[in-house]
């Protein structure tokens, strides 16, 4: 069902947002909800390598923030007009999203399953979790690999 709703609401335009928030405030709105995953991932990331030390607690928060994130609508935050051709050093967003949404809804799905897979596993141990942060990592280069610029 999460699953459902995330590729139903992820990238449906909504003119109304863009006349509230300025273009550039919407870009600058998802580059920020990204980084908060990033920062997560990366922190799991760090533990899965052992670069730091195994937490259990830890990594299962980070694990849960996650997921939160994916129940965040983001329809929103992928406006029409604010691709990196739109916008140019406001983001690297290409503008193949807005011409393959069905792909973009895709790779959502994976990524919210792959998270899913990442919460249950976050808390037993560094190799699930090891396991898991690289299913994630395979679903985020997945839609890098498509639809994001390597640079502004």
């Known amino acids: 069902m999460k699953t459902t709703t995330f590729a139903a609401c992820l990238f449906a335009a909504l003119p109304g947002l863009a006349a509230a928030d300025g273009l550039e405030d919407v870009a600058e709105a ?9 920062s997560d991932m990366a922190a ?31 329809a929103g935050l992928y406006v029409p007009g604010t691709s990196s051709a739109d916008l140019p050093g406001e983001t ?3 503008p193949a999203i807005w011409e393959d ?3 973009v809804q895709e790779d959502g799905k994976a990524f919210v399953a792959a998270v899913e897979e990442l919460q249950a596993a976050a808390g037993e141990g560094r ?4 396991a898991a942060v690289q299913k994630v990592g395979g679903t985020c280069k997945s839609c890098h690999d498509d639809y994001r610029a390597k640079d502004f």
């Open 44 to 74: 799991l990331a760090a533990m899965a390598k052992g670069e730091v030390e195994y937490d259990a607690a830890v990594a299962e928060t980070r694990a849960r923030n996650m997921q939160i994130l994916t129940t965040y609508d983001r």
């Open 30 to 38: 998802r580059r920020g909800y990204y980084k908060l995953l990033g």
């Open 127 to 130: 190799a699930a979790l090891g």
């Open 101 to 103: 949404m069905a792909g």
């Open 92 to 94: 690297r967003a290409l």
